[in-house]
């Protein structure tokens, strides 16, 4: 088992494109997490899928960030219009059911997403 | 508020020298913490969590209710523990995170 894939691992943007960051959950995992973490600071939680559905989003940003984790393929984060403050390291995890006192989380290496 | 607090951005020991990361939290429920340590270009991965009670790779970390900390210890740092350490607490199914403690390890 790879573990959490994140794609790509380093992604460069200019201001006002898109960034779409991919996240390949383990084998057998239903449940995704996106975390950013920004710079000096810890991680934040942003949203949480399951297959085909979004759970819950309250840590998402309300305008030009969307996630969606569809039926087959990874989970996607896209960020529209990209904007300096943008620019932080994503990181996903997932988990075989919701993350719990007996279920852990595995996390990927994260993308570091720089906007210039 | 929910929060988890790393004072230290940075720590740096001599080899063979006793280690001490530090974890503060506010969490109104009853807490489940975790350590976490990325490795140089590697993973987030689990280190320990405070349910088990158990030591790994030499690290205890012992949940102290009273004083709200969740201190990393290990007796006798070695060089292959140079990493970051994130401090966690769950709350339903999300982590929240320290800063991080960056620990240098020198020979």
């Known amino acids: 088992n790879a573990g959490v894939m994140q794609n790509p691992r380093h992604l460069v943007r200019r201001r006002g494109q898109e960034a779409r960051l991919r996240c390949s959950p383990m084998k057998g995992h239903s449940h995704v997490y996106w975390y950013r973490q920004l710079p000096e600071e810890g991680l934040k939680f942003m949203v949480y899928l399951q297959k085909e559905n979004i759970i819950d989003e309250s840590g998402m940003p309300k305008e030009r960030f969307s996630a969606e984790f569809p039926k087959e393929g990874p989970s996607i984060l896209r960020i529209q219009q990209v904007v300096r403050g943008d620019s932080a390291a994503y990181f996903c995890a997932s988990s075989s059911s919701e993350v719990g006192a007996n279920t852990e989380a595995f996390f990927g290496q994260g993308t570091r997403l720089t906007v210039v | 508020a929910q929060r988890v607090t790393q004072p230290e951005k940075l720590l740096s020991v001599f080899k063979g020298a006793p280690v001490e990361l530090k974890c503060n939290y506010s969490?109104?429920?009853?807490?489940?913490l975790f350590w976490y340590v990325q490795y140089s270009r590697q993973r987030l991965q689990l280190l320990l969590r405070?349910?088990?009670?158990?030591s790994i790779k030499g690290f205890t970390a012992d949940l102290n209710k009273g004083e709200t900390s969740f201190h990393l210890k290990k007796p006798f740092a070695q060089e292959e523990d140079s990493a970051m350490y994130y401090c966690a607490l769950r709350s339903n199914y999300q982590l929240i995170w320290g800063a991080g403690t960056k620990l240098i390890i020198k020979p």
């Open positions: 969490y109104s429920g009853s807490p489940e």
């Open positions: 405070h349910i088990s009670r158990e």
